[in-house]
Structure formats: C-alpha cells, structure tokens
C-alpha cells in the first residue's frame, strides 16, 4: 500500500489522539491513548471488514483506561492477533490482551519492546483507584492472572510504577515490579524481581513465538 493510501486512512479516521494506520492485514497502534480512540477504532474497523487479522502495537504510554478495556474487547470479539513491538504500556497493554494469539515481535534493536501493566488513576491528583476491578486481567488472560498477581499492581500507588514484562530473548529478568520511584535505567538492579512470573505463565502472550512484522 502506498504512504499516500495510508495518509488518507489516517486523515479520514475521526479525530484521535492515537496514530492508527490500516495496512491490511495489519492495523498499527502508537502514541496516547484517549477517549475518541475509540470512535477512530470502530471507524478502522468497519472501513477494513474482512481484511485485517492482527493489530501490532507500537510505543505507547497508555492512557485512558476504559478506552484501552472496550477495544481489548472488540480486539477479542473480532478474534483478532495482537503483536507487540515496541514499548506498550498501562491501557496500551490492557487493549494488547484482547487477542486472541497474543505475541512479542521480532526485535530489530532499535527500541524496547515490553509490556507493562499497573491501575488506573486519576488524571487530577493522579492517585490510583481504589474501586476499579481487576477482573479484566482475569477474563482476558483465561485466568492464568491470578487476583493476588492482579491486586497487587493495579494498586501500585505510583502511576509510574508497573509490572513489566519482557521476552527470553530480549531480556533477563524476564518480570519486573516497580514501585515507580526508580530511575528507569536502573530499574533492572532496582526494581524487584518476582518468582515464578513471565509473560506466558501468567497468560499475558499466548506463545514464545517471536512474530514478524513491518
């Protein structure tokens, strides 16, 4: 597809604060995620029926919350692949679990790719919230997240803070818990190290597979 095809896909979404670009077979994700996110999804999706099958995410540092949860699971709905390649964080990684093959991408060095999952929190005094369920985690990872793993970092009372989650291949250890005071480049000595957690034990990617895409 040319770069001109795809300006107009991007140009003719509704307004939206994520870049998304349609490139059949694949639907690219990156930047914040907001609340209009949603209307461009639907719109991407009813422009490109019956052509797209998997959605790579790119660098994204999240952002609305309910936004990321409603496509995770029109992503799930639609039985679409989800790759990550690049940095997904907070609702970025929550809209990653909708799929319904869920992969890492093949890295090429030039950036991070990992996943980080921590609570939602409130835009003004930026604290967590208390009462949001983590039932979503649940649900999506077939329950391979348990509530215990769930409840401890959607209260993460930092909203810098995750869990974050890396490839074999990419990266030891492959799970880290940070509180969010750490400087990130020294959260793989700093941040703690949890047992027994990586991304495919917890249900978060359904293979190893490394996944090759533009």
């Given at each position: ?70 496509i995770g699971h029109s992503i799930r709905e639609n039985k679409l692949r ?133």
């Amino acid at each position: 597809m040319s770069r001109a095809l795809l300006v107009v896909l991007v140009l003719a979404a509704p307004a939206s604060a994520m870049e998304l670009i349609a490139e059949p077979p694949l639907i690219h994700l990156s930047g914040h995620v907001d609340k209009t996110d949603w209307a461009a999804w639907q719109e991407a999706l009813k422009r490109n029926a019956g052509k797209v099958d998997t959605v790579v995410f790119h660098n994204s540092p999240g952002g609305d919350s309910t936004t990321g949860r409603k496509i995770g699971h029109s992503i799930r709905e639609n039985k679409l692949r989800t790759v990550v390649a690049g940095r997904c964080i907070s609702a970025c990684a929550n809209m990653f679990l909708g799929g319904t093959v869920r992969q890492f991408a093949s890295r090429d060095d030039r950036h991070e790719i990992v996943l980080g999952y921590h609570g939602s929190y409130n835009k003004k005094t930026k604290a967590v919230n208390m009462k949001k369920s983590g039932s979503y985690f649940s649900e999506l990872t077939g329950g391979k997240m348990d509530d215990e793993l769930i409840e401890r970092f959607i209260r993460i009372e930092n909203k810098n803070g995750a869990l974050l989650l890396s490839h074999p291949s990419y990266r030891e250890p492959l799970a880290l818990f940070c509180a969010g005071d750490e400087p990130r480049r020294k959260r793989a000595q700093l941040c703690e190290h949890p047992k027994d957690i990586d991304a495919l034990a917890v249900g978060v990617v359904t293979t190893w597979d490394l996944a090759r895409v533009p």
